[in-house]
């Protein structure tokens, strides 16, 4: 029961992604340089991480990659760096409609 809730709330939160208006771009750029977010990402080139060219290019076809960023961008979870376990730093705003605005940018890339 669980599982088919968080499938749901995945699938209604993606629907509210593809319904939105496309990312704004400069507010997205600010929040994610504010985040620090490119001192590990940039557009097009890997950095200590992937690209958001990469990363976009990852979650094509997905029905659930909004959701899966989302988790990936407020939660703090483990990723791989120079072969070291570390936290993944979260986006600094609370803001539902920042972080929504954050996630179409990086998938639109």
Do not use: W
């Amino acid at each position: 029961m669980k599982t088919s809730l968080i499938s749901l709330g995945a699938v209604i939160f993606a629907l509210g992604l593809a319904g939105a208006a496309s990312a704004d771009d400069k507010a997205a750029q600010a929040e994610m340089k504010k985040s620090g977010c490119m001192n590990c990402h940039s557009l097009d080139k890997k950095k200590v991480g992937p690209s958001l060219k990469e990363i976009s290019a990852s979650h094509k076809g997905k029905a659930d990659a909004a959701a899966e960023l989302y988790t990936h961008l407020t939660t703090n979870p483990k990723v791989m760096v120079d072969g070291k376990e570390e936290a993944h730093e979260s986006l600094k705003t609370k803001d539902d409609a920042q972080i929504k605005n954050v996630i179409q940018y990086i998938l639109s890339r």
